[in-house]
């Protein structure tokens, strides 16, 4: 079984976040959206909703979940699975904060 390369990104200063807004950043071809919580941790997921290809960085933050501006699926931002009774699921990527740095492991090409 082949083992992915990942790559350690900046993407953001954790002070530069506003709580519970997300927010698009780009890593190579990949398009993020990076989301501070009430709680102050960081998630990132991709940005696109999967049902019609909605930027999630511009839906509403509740707790752990994004609502798609488009037609408000609710979106985990821990697992990225779609709420029932839609289905579906984004990709989620694991974050690494240190100091004010938010760092997004990514596959490498």
Request: charged residues 30%; contains cysteine.
């Amino acid at each position: 079984m082949e083992q992915k390369v990942l790559n350690e990104v900046f993407v953001a200063k954790v002070n530069d976040l506003p709580e519970k807004l997300g927010r698009t950043v780009h890593v190579g071809e990949l398009e993020l959206a990076i989301f501070k919580l009430e709680s102050g941790e960081i998630r990132v997921i991709e940005n696109r909703c999967p049902h019609k290809g909605g930027v999630l960085a511009e839906g509403m933050v509740s707790g752990e979940h994004v609502f798609c501006p488009m037609h408000d699926w609710k979106i985990s931002v821990v697992d990225g699975k779609v709420q029932e009774p839609d289905v579906g699921c984004v990709q989620t990527f694991e974050v690494n904060v240190k100091d004010d740095n938010v760092y997004v492991f990514v596959p490498e090409k």
